[in-house]
């Protein structure tokens, strides 16, 4: 059964740092592809960042050069670090999961993010 749990949601000032962690239960990185969705108040869910099941990343325009994705195959675990981060970047990130020939899509439930003095 796959899960994916979030953590690391924080309120923090504009220019600071967070870093997000998603436990996954259930997933091979090596057969997923996975990446983090960002979901601002009042806006549609969008991708951010992303981590190929070979490990090349891919970023939004709006993170790029900020925010950086990873994995640890040992831990089964995935990470979002966000620097600079500003108040468009409040919201609601979530952890997401397909298998490499997009037949299984998963979510988890999210993690709140605040940027703000």
């Known amino acids: 059964q796959v899960q994916l749990v979030e953590s690391g949601g924080d309120l923090v000032q504009p220019g600071g740092s967070l870093r997000l962690t998603c436990v996954t239960t259930g997933i091979d990185f090596r057969t997923y592809n996975m990446g983090w969705a960002h979901q601002a108040p009042g806006q549609e869910r969008e991708l951010v960042a992303g981590?190929?099941?070979?490990?090349?990343?891919d970023y939004a325009a709006s993170v790029k050069g900020r925010f950086a994705i990873s994995r640890d195959l040992a831990k089964n675990m995935l990470y979002l670090d966000m620097n600079r981060l500003t108040p468009d970047d409040t919201g609601i990130y979530s952890c997401?999961?397909?298998?490499?020939?997009?037949?299984?899509?998963?979510w988890g439930q999210g993690t709140h993010v605040t940027v703000a003095r």
């Open positions: 997401h999961a397909v298998t490499v020939d997009g037949g299984a899509h998963y």
């Open positions: 981590i190929h099941s070979s490990g090349s990343t």
